[in-house]
């Protein structure tokens, strides 16, 4: 199989379920940016020296391929899996988890005091973005309220393990 098809030559590229749709639909910018959420996340775990964060993120990664499926998808009924309420517990969980393990955040921190927490926090910037995009879609279309859900608590988690990660960080104090 070659990577170059020719197909999307004119602006046009193929969904999951064949549907033909431009490049810059909301469709895609949606799960384009979950793309990119999913490679930022591979590179940031490669500076985590935690196994048990680095396998929390690779799964993460994992399910992220079921989120662009489920955003690729116009005909639900060729979807193998959907995000469900148990796959946002499972976020929730973990979040309540890392943040016990740290000193209650109350303020803005300067992100990236090392390599691991400064990917982390581009990664939560991009989960973010990436929910923005699928509010967009969702004014169009129906959108599964779990994965809307999914994706706001993930930018949560994220932000969780950005703070674990942080060795030293700078408190952002505003003059008031």
Same mark, same amino acid.
């Given at each position: ?5 020719? /197909?999307?030559? *004119? ?23 979950? !793309? ?18 680095? !396998?929390?993120?690779?799964?993460? =990664?994992?399910?992220?391929? !079921? ?5 690729? /998808? ?7 899996? =959907?995000? /469900?309420?148990? !796959? ?5 969980? *973990?979040?309540?988890? +890392?943040?016990? &393990?740290?000193? /209650? ?11 691991? $927490?400064? +990917? ?9 973005? $990436? ?5 967009? &879609? ?8 779990? &994965?809307?859900? +999914? ?17 030293? +960080? ?7």
């Amino acid at each position: 199989m070659r990577v170059y098809t020719r /197909t999307g030559d *004119k602006g046009k590229t193929s969904l999951y379920d064949s549907k033909r749709v431009f490049k810059d639909s909301a469709r895609v910018e949606s799960y384009g940016t979950i !793309d990119e959420l999913n490679s930022t996340l591979g590179l940031a775990k490669n500076f985590i020296d935690d196994k048990k964060m680095y !396998d929390l993120i690779h799964n993460i =990664q994992r399910k992220l391929f !079921d989120v662009a499926a489920e955003l690729a /998808t116009e005909d639900k009924a060729k979807l193998k899996f =959907q995000i /469900t309420k148990e !796959d946002v517990k499972f976020l929730e969980n *973990k979040i309540d988890e +890392y943040l016990d &393990l740290i000193k /209650t955040p109350d303020h803005f921190v300067i992100p990236g005091s090392g390599k691991a $927490a400064g +990917y982390m926090h581009v990664s939560r910037t991009i989960c973010r973005r $990436a929910e923005r995009r699928i509010i967009t &879609l969702a004014r169009e279309i129906d959108v599964n309220e779990h &994965l809307l859900k +999914y994706i706001n608590r993930l930018s949560d988690l994220i932000y969780s393990l950005s703070r674990y990660l942080e060795n030293e +960080y700078e408190e952002v104090k505003f003059n008031r």
